[in-house]
């Protein structure tokens, strides 16, 4: 009897034990999935901090903007104290433009105010040179006829005239979806470049005195600028600076009821080279 008692209580260790080493096999399972989890929370909030540590400035010494640029159509590098941003020109969206025959075209109906040219054969290669620190000047530069900047797309940004004259309401009408056109140079932009900016905060790009610009709202307030110069531009953070830097927006106000122009004011820094 005593046996049988000693035996039947040995099994029950046994089976307690099994079941201690079952449910403690789970819990770490339960214990090592949420590691996993807590893990891969920690490792965003590193990814974070290395952004932090990195300030404005990427690995290879460029303003944190310039990852933002299509690597595709730009080089971008640094020369001395210069940055250089060399461009195809051509636009990396799907415009009326590319023509028909291209696998871009989009069939819009601008056709009547259209201008006659299209993007493919035509070298509209550019290549500018700014300072990779610039500094409010102190006077201002007006911009003048051509590329005044070159924008995330790997195309020109013009200012809002066409011509000799301000754009009117038929050559904007003319303008593809994302405010762009050919002149009798290459593909640019005259109007908010719908492809990657759409009444948000995104950069558009940078211009020619090296300043960058961004979309109608700003990062640092999440909404329209309200103390913007008469060429769009304040000094605030951005989503790429933790400082505060000079920098500027497509201005949000209408032009002729109906479209936002890039930039129509003056360069407030010192333009820099465009070839
Ligand atoms: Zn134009
Ligand atoms: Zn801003």
Redesign the pocket.
């Known amino acids: 009897m005593k046996k049988e008692k000693k035996k039947k209580s040995t099994k029950h260790l046994f089976l307690i034990c099994f079941l201690l080493i079952v449910v403690s096999a789970c819990s770490n399972d339960d214990s090592s999935s949420s590691d996993t989890v807590d893990d891969s929370s920690s490792d965003t909030v590193d990814d974070d901090s290395v952004d932090n540590d990195n300030g404005s400035v990427t690995t290879d010494g460029l303003h944190a903007a310039f990852a933002e640029f299509d690597t595709d159509e730009t080089d971008i590098y640094l020369d001395g104290d210069n940055v250089v941003i060399e461009t195809t020109g051509y636009p990396n969206h799907t415009s009326y433009y590319w023509g028909e025959d291209h696998e871009l075209y989009l069939d819009e109906d601008i056709g009547a105010n259209a201008t006659p040219s299209t993007i493919p054969g035509r070298d509209a290669s550019a290549t500018l040179t700014v300072s990779a620190n610039p500094e409010l000047a102190t006077s201002s530069t007006s911009t003048q006829l051509g590329t005044i900047g070159i924008s995330v797309s790997g195309a020109a940004i013009f200012n809002d005239q066409e011509g000799n004259g301000a754009l009117t309401d038929g050559v904007a009408k003319g303008l593809d979806y994302s405010g762009g056109h050919i002149g009798p140079s290459v593909y640019h932009y005259h109007l908010e470049p719908k492809a990657f900016t759409d009444d948000d905060?995104n950069l558009v790009g940078i211009l020619a005195d090296g300043f960058f610009i961004?979309g109608r709202k700003?990062?640092?307030?999440g909404t329209y600028?309200t103390d913007?110069d008469d060429s769009g531009g304040?000094t605030?953070?951005?989503q790429h600076s933790d400082t505060e830097e000079y920098?500027y927006?497509i201005i949000n106000e209408l032009y002729l009821d109906q479209y936002y122009i890039i930039f129509a004011g003056d360069y407030k820094g010192n333009p820099g080279n465009i070839n």
């Open positions: 905060e961004y700003c990062n640092s307030t600028p913007l304040h605030h953070t951005t920098h927006h």
